[in-house]
Nanobody, 130 residues
Framework: QVQLVESGGGSVQTGGSLRLSCTTSAYTYSRACVGWFRQAPGKEREGVAHIYTRNSNTNYADSVKGRFTISQDNAKNTLYLQMNNLKPEDTAMYYC???????????????????????WGQGTQVNVSS
C-alpha cells in the first residue's frame, strides 16, 4: 500500500503563490509516476502535472503551463507543486497521486489521466480570490 499526505494548501489572492507538498512512500519503489490532480465543485478531477520518479521527466496540463512547476526530492520522499500567478479558476481541492510501474512499464506510461493512478492522498484545499 502506497501512502500519500499532502500539505501546503491555503487561501491567496489572484497573482499569489503557494507551494504544495506531498510526502509519499511511492519513492521507496524503483519506478513510479507521481502527480498532482485537482477537482473543483461540480467538475471532474483533472490532471495538473506529473513526474517520473526515476528521471524527473514532467508533463503539464495546458491550463497551468508556465505558472506551475512540479518537482521532487527523492531523498525526502516528497513531491512538490509550486504554483505561481494563481487565478480564481485554480480554486480546487488538490490531490497527490501515485502509480507504481512494474514489468515493462516506463515513464512513458505516466499520464494526466486520473484513471492511471491507483493511490491517492486526502487532498489539500486551494482557494484563490479575485
Amino acid at each position: 500500500q502506497v501512502q500519500l499526505v499532502e500539505s501546503g494548501g491555503g487561501s491567496v489572492q489572484t497573482g499569489g503563490s503557494l507551494r504544495l507538498s506531498c510526502t509519499t512512500s511511492a519513492y521507496t519503489y524503483s519506478r513510479a509516476c507521481v502527480g498532482w490532480f485537482r477537482q473543483a465543485p461540480g467538475k471532474e478531477r483533472e490532471g495538473v502535472a506529473h513526474i517520473y520518479t526515476r528521471n524527473s521527466n514532467t508533463n503539464y496540463a495546458d491550463s497551468v503551463k508556465g505558472r506551475f512547476t512540479i518537482s521532487q526530492d527523492n531523498a525526502k520522499n516528497t513531491l512538490y507543486l509550486q504554483m505561481n500567478n494563481l487565478k480564481p479558476e485554480d480554486t480546487a481541492m488538490y490531490y497527490c497521486a501515485a502509480q507504481i510501474l512494474i514489468g515493462v512499464m516506463t515513464g512513458g506510461d505516466c499520464s494526466l489521466a486520473a484513471t492511471g493512478y491507483k493511490y491517492w492522498g486526502q487532498g489539500t484545499q486551494v482557494n484563490v480570490s479575485s
